[in-house]
């Protein structure tokens, strides 16, 4: 299994740029999950989906969409980047008492 | 308001000693506590998940405990090594985690750094 996998690794963004960052796992799980991570600060969570079809939004939603058509890949979409949103950004999957994380995407906006 | 405090924020420790992070939350509903380790760099892995029941559960050189009454645990690094160097992130959940949802409140992380 690869597990949670996240493309690309890094990324640099002019202000008002659009991208996706793409996440997959292999796992079969229901539940996935969106998380920024800022300096000083706990992960925060962006947006989840508990399967395919299904969304909702986290603690900090807002300049991001999501959409989850298959179980297995969830992208997190950024319509018009803003300097706010350079973050290293983490997906992850869930089951019953265990989540793992992917490897991250360092976005930087300028 | 639901809250996961974790100190001290950093450590520097000689390696082969011991170390002990903490964690204070005030999550209600409790679930479970969990430990993550994040490497610089990388996502987090989880050490440890213990439910209100366990007050201890160790994962090699890693013991974490839990008092659900003073609503605080512990992490515990037996005779480090320089690959412990890395953040420790406590996480409270404040769901059960039956449906596989669960809110889960993360602290800010302990930064630890093993030197020779």
């Known amino acids: 299994n690869a597990g949670v996998t996240q493309t690309p690794k890094f990324q640099v963004l002019k202000t008002g740029q659009s991208m996706t960052l793409q996440c997959a796992q292999d796992m079969n799980h229901e539940y996935m999950s969106w998380y920024r991570q800022d300096p000083g600060m706990g992960l925060r969570l962006i947006h989840y989906s508990v399967g395919a079809g299904i969304t909702d939004q986290g603690e900090v939603p807002n300049g991001y969409n999501v959409s989850r058509s298959t179980t297995e890949d969830f992208p997190l979409r950024l319509l018009s980047a803003a300097p706010s949103q350079t973050s290293v950004y983490f997906c992850?999957?869930?089951?019953?008492?265990?989540?793992?994380f992917g490897p991250g995407t360092r976005l930087t906006v300028t | 308001k639901n809250q996961v405090e974790q100190s001290p924020q950093s450590l520097i420790i000689l390696e082969g000693k011991n170390c002990t992070l903490q964690c204070n939350y005030t999550v209600s509903p409790f679930s479970n506590l969990r430990w993550y380790k994040q490497d610089t760099g990388r996502g987090p892995v989880s050490l440890t998940i213990m439910t209100f029941s366990e007050n201890t559960k160790s994962n090699g050189r890693y013991t974490a405990t839990l008092d659900a009454d003073t609503k605080q645990s512990s992490l515990h690094i037996t005779a480090s090594q320089l690959s412990d160097s890395a953040s420790y992130i406590c996480v409270v959940s404040d769901l059960l985690d039956g449906g596989s949802q669960g809110n889960l409140i993360f602290g800010k992380g302990t930064k630890l750094s093993v030197k020779p």
């Open positions: 992850a999957s869930k089951t019953w008492g265990e989540q793992y």
